[in-house]
């Protein structure tokens, strides 16, 4: 199994930055892809960002030029950092790990999507 845990978020001022974490653990895994999701109240959840595994990033149209998303050299970490901060950018912010799980001896891999627990952002003055 794959565990996520995300950190970092917070309340902050409209035009401020924020820092968010999620780290990957577990065994019998590799990382395929990374991302960011976030929810806000009364609306669906919607891609922020997102990288693979060879490092290619795609952004929300919403957040490009503000917001930049990387990982770790290991690639079982994936940070957002969130600048010029507006209050629509409040929401739950979920980080999403695209996975391939390696059961053991001659087991077939198999690819599995896994969610952190949620790390809310609030932006308001």
């Known amino acids: 199994q794959v565990q996520l845990v995300e950190s970092g978020g917070g309340l902050v001022q409209p035009g401020g930055s924020l820092r968010l974490s999620c780290v990957a653990s577990?065994?019998?895994?590799?990382?395929?892809?990374m991302g960011w999701y976030r929810q806000a109240p009364g609306k669906e959840r919607d891609l922020v960002a997102h990288i693979t595994s060879g490092g290619t990033t795609h952004y929300a149209d919403s957040v490009k030029g503000r917001f930049t998303i990387s990982r770790d050299n290991a690639g079982n970490s994936v940070y957002l950092q969130m600048n010029s901060l507006k209050p629509e950018d409040t929401a739950v912010y979920s980080c999403?790990?695209?996975?391939?799980?390696?059961?053991?001896?001659?087991?077939?891999?198999?690819?599995?999507?896994?969610w952190g627990q949620g790390t809310q952002v609030a932006v308001s003055s």
């Open positions: 999403n790990a695209a996975v391939t799980i390696y059961p053991g001896a001659g087991q077939i891999p198999y690819r599995n999507d896994y």
């Open positions: 577990g065994s019998g895994f590799s990382i395929n892809a």
